[in-house]
């Protein structure tokens, strides 16, 4: 995702949805439209009270989890 980061960022501010990790509860997974059927995905993982950017990819399918946004 290198020269990407723009598209990361969106998909953290303004994501299309958001899924629950189903190993582990406290990684979400930030999605982000940008052409058809091709998504960004950004995995970020909420410890502390804050938050950290753990890895993040283009994707043509939005993976299973809980969807929590929007419901």
């Given at each position: 995702m290198?020269?990407?980061?723009?598209?990361?960022?969106?998909?953290?501010?303004?994501?299309?949805?958001?899924?629950?990790?189903?190993?582990?509860?406290r990684v979400f997974l930030f999605y982000k439209a940008e052409q058809s059927q091709r998504w960004v995905c950004a995995v970020a993982r909420e410890e502390g009270g804050s938050g950290f950017l753990i890895t993040a990819y283009p994707t043509d399918a939005i993976k299973e989890g809980v969807k929590v946004w929007p419901k």
């Open positions: 290198s020269g990407r980061e723009l598209s990361v960022k969106a998909a953290l501010e303004n994501p299309d949805e958001i899924r629950q990790s189903r190993s582990d509860p």
